[in-house]
């Protein structure tokens, strides 16, 4: 019997993988694995002999999507699937989310074809508070800004950086920024062949000045262990059954995806939910294998479930 072959898809950035990753390959291979790392838009990689294609560091996508979703639409066997893959690739997806009864921030949505005017996007800002301006298509917080709604001189900036990503054809999302972030951060919840796996808290990203522009490196963010909490499991699995159902509709069929990390943070006291959905990450968001010793592993075993079935 041939020894199954599993291809980690990653960026060149990332050569090797993200460090947060770099574990993976031995523990696949304590696993009867046979690991390979290979740059997904490396035009000398043979992906028809790659085995089980599993795309983790591919930090670029966001650059060229349809580029990136035409490669993995030509990959034999690739997870989580092309189809998936496609619509999670724009953060337009919460609309779809939020209409399945899942409690998102609201959100002010800017598009290109609106040739929206500086008056027009400056009258789009929220009136008080911090707001966060992002394109919908990005990857690891790039081209993510937080600016002061009172400000003159940050609303400025923040007309500025959604009129530069609409002029480059990117649609722009605009969202009131939660204080409740800054005390306690936000929540990722992990899953594993559709199985509940960990939690990790992650520190607050976004400080009052934070500025990331399209063209930089990823943004570091700082994730540990977070004990099991029932509540945000609850939540997760509301998360959960709307996202399978919302694949089953997209795509035709449902999916056992191999890897989902559900973004969540608790409601403030201006909120009208328990819990909003930041992000739903089925492409390259980490998985935080470093937060803990046996993440790595618990990964590679699901991997090799996959792979020997």
Known sequence: ?????????????????DPDEQGLPDALRERGIEPRIAI???????????????VRSVRDYARDPQKFISW????????????TMAWNTDKHYLQNLAKRGLPTIPTTW?????????????SRFPAS???????????????????????????????????????????VMVQRYLDVIDRQGETSLIYLNGLASYQVEKEPMLHPRFRSAQDSHVVDEVARLADASEETW?????????????????????????FNRVDIVRGDE???SEFYVMEVSLIDGS???????????????????????
């Open 72 to 83: 993995a639409q030509s990959v034999p066997r690739i997870l989580n699937s092309a189809e």
């Open 40 to 54: 997904w838009d490396d035009p000398d990689v043979n992906w028809d002999d790659a085995g089980v294609v599993v």
């Open 287 to 309: 998985l935080y294998l470093g937060a803990d010793d046996d993440f790595v592993g618990r990964f590679a075993d699901a991997i090799q479930t996959r792979v020997t079935w």
């Open 234 to 258: 609850r939540w997760g699995e509301e998360i959960r059954k709307a996202l399978h159902g919302y694949i089953k509709d997209v795509t035709g069929r449902d999916e056992l995806l191999l």
């Open 129 to 171: 508070g911090d707001f966060v301006v992002k394109p919908t298509i990005s990857s690891g917080g790039r081209g993510t800004g937080r600016y002061t709604s009172t400000d003159a001189a940050s609303r400025s900036e923040a007309i500025e950086h959604a009129m530069y990503e609409l002029s480059e054809g990117r649609a």
């Open 1 to 17: 019997m041939s020894t199954p072959i599993v291809t980690l898809a990653t960026s060149s950035q990332f050569p090797q993988l």
């Open 110 to 122: 800017l598009e290109p074809e609106q040739n929206l005017s500086k008056q027009q996007i400056h």
């Open 270 to 272: 201006e909120s009208d």
